[in-house]
């Protein structure tokens, strides 16, 4: 396991390959922590780094960890207190947008278990994947939750999670009948959570969970734009829904 916590620079790519081509590209920061230790920063930067439990999960658990494990347990998984990494958008200034979060779990030995995937739409609505991993950290799951208004809710993911390390490398393949209609990756370089490190990416960054969310929905806008159809929304019962 990578010792935390840590802050990736990283780009995060969208390539759309049909029924029209489209890519989007944007820079970010994230962090990688341990859910049970967040980071403890100093009073002046707290606004620019909050890990809230009510982010995460079904929202209702005192602590992140506790929502993971909860989610775990409603799959048949104990981690029997075995460590987590948790890659992650934090709030800044009160806001946060977090299309995905993984968390590398493991034993109490270290060994890896699982890897859980959480999706956040732009509608204020999560999901969360159970993931095994192969030994490339490859893994596949049906596709079960609303994200894109021009895609349906079908198909698979296919997705190359290794836990992170200098490099964070990150891929997510939507595969539909007939190919692969989109592509999404993060690439970065792993830095020292420090405060100097963390005001740097903040000012060169400034506000980065609501440009993430305001990037994606201007590049909706394109697309609607360019007559691109939206797929009718599903109804979604819970904030949180597990498979």
């Given at each position: 396991?990578?010792?935390?916590p840590?802050?990736?620079?990283?780009?995060i790519?969208?390539?759309?390959?049909?029924?029209?081509r489209?890519?989007?590209?944007h820079r970010?920061y994230m962090?990688?922590?341990?859910?049970?230790?967040?980071?403890?920063?100093?009073?002046a930067?707290r606004s620019?780094?909050?890990f809230?439990a009510?982010?995460h999960?079904?929202?209702?658990?005192?602590?992140?960890?506790?929502?993971?494990?909860?989610?775990l347990a409603?799959?048949?998984v104990?981690?029997?207190?075995?460590?987590?990494?948790?890659?992650?958008?934090?709030?800044?200034?009160?806001?946060?947008?977090?299309?995905l979060t993984?968390?590398?779990?493991?034993?109490?030995d270290g060994?890896?278990?699982?890897?859980?995937?959480?999706?956040?739409?732009?509608?204020g609505?999560r999901h969360?994947?159970?993931?095994?991993?192969?030994?490339s950290?490859?893994?596949?799951v049906?596709?079960?939750f609303?994200?894109?208004p021009?895609f349906?809710?079908?198909?698979?993911?296919?997705m190359?999670l290794?836990?992170?390390?200098?490099r964070?490398?990150?891929?997510?393949?939507?595969?539909?009948d007939?190919?692969?209609?989109?592509t999404?990756?993060?690439?970065?370089?792993r830095?020292?959570?420090?405060?100097?490190?963390?005001?740097?990416?903040?000012?060169?960054?400034?506000?980065?969970?609501?440009?993430?969310?305001?990037?994606?929905?201007?590049h909706g806008?394109?697309?609607f734009?360019?007559?691109?159809p939206?797929?009718?929304?599903?109804?979604?019962?819970?904030?949180?829904?597990?498979?």
């Amino acid at each position: 396991m990578t010792a935390g916590p840590a802050l990736y620079r990283c780009a995060i790519s969208h390539v759309r390959t049909a029924p029209v081509r489209h890519a989007l590209r944007h820079r970010t920061y994230m962090w990688l922590v341990d859910p049970d230790r967040p980071p403890e920063l100093p009073r002046a930067l707290r606004s620019l780094a909050r890990f809230d439990a009510r982010d995460h999960f079904d929202g209702d658990r005192q602590t992140i960890r506790a929502g993971l494990d909860a989610f775990l347990a409603a799959h048949g998984v104990d981690l029997q207190g075995g460590p987590v990494l948790m890659l992650t958008h934090a709030r800044v200034f009160g806001y946060v947008f977090n299309p995905l979060t993984l968390y590398w779990c493991h034993g109490p030995d270290g060994a890896p278990r699982c890897v859980v995937a959480e999706v956040h739409n732009t509608y204020g609505e999560r999901h969360s994947y159970l993931l095994r991993p192969d030994a490339s950290g490859q893994a596949t799951v049906a596709k079960e939750f609303y994200v894109s208004p021009f895609f349906p809710v079908d198909g698979r993911y296919r997705m190359r999670l290794p836990e992170p390390a200098e490099r964070l490398d990150l891929t997510v393949h939507l595969e539909r009948d007939g190919g692969r209609p989109f592509t999404a990756t993060v690439r970065g370089a792993r830095r020292a959570a420090s405060p100097g490190t963390l005001l740097r990416l903040a000012l060169r960054h400034p506000w980065s969970t609501l440009a993430v969310s305001a990037a994606i929905r201007l590049h909706g806008v394109r697309l609607f734009l360019r007559r691109l159809p939206v797929q009718p929304r599903p109804v979604h019962q819970n904030p949180e829904k597990v498979s």
